[in-house]
């Protein structure tokens, strides 16, 4: 099993920034994606960023240069830097992780419980 828990959300006005983190712990072989999620009340979940082991990041247009990702690969540690936040971020920002349980066997979803990040304007 593998545990997914996000932390760093809270309260920032207009023009900000928040830095998240998502650690990932448990029994599994590799995490060869991971990646930030958000929902904002009455809408879906969508993509925000994602991040390969090997580095390459994948960015939402809506926040490409004010957001970006890491990854701590030996910690299995997930970052999100939140620059120059709008009103429009607020949302519930969740961490997934896509795990190998063992070598050559399909990736497996884990998510985390959710932090919420709140803008006012």
């Known amino acids: 099993q593998v545990q997914v828990v996000e932390s760093g959300g809270g309260l920032v006005q207009s023009g900000g920034s928040l830095r998240l983190s998502c650690a990932a712990s448990g029994r599994y072989f ?4 991971m990646g930030w999620y ?3 009340p ?19 247009d809506s926040v490409k240069g004010r957001f970006t990702i890491s990854r701590d690969n030996a910690k299995n ?3 999100l830097q939140m620059n120059s936040l709008k009103p429009e971020d607020t949302a519930v920002y969740y961490c997934r992780a896509r795990v190998s349980p063992l070598l ?18």
Not at 104 to 121: A, E, F, R
């Open 30 to 33: 590799s995490i060869p994606v």
């Open 104 to 121: 050559n066997q399909p990736l497996k979803d884990y998510w985390g419980q959710g932090t919420q990040v709140t803008v006012s304007s």
């Open 38 to 40: 958000r929902q904002a």
């Open 42 to 60: 009455g809408e879906q979940r969508e993509l925000v960023a994602d991040i390969r082991s090997g580095g390459s990041a994948n960015y939402a």
């Open 77 to 79: 540690i997930l970052y």
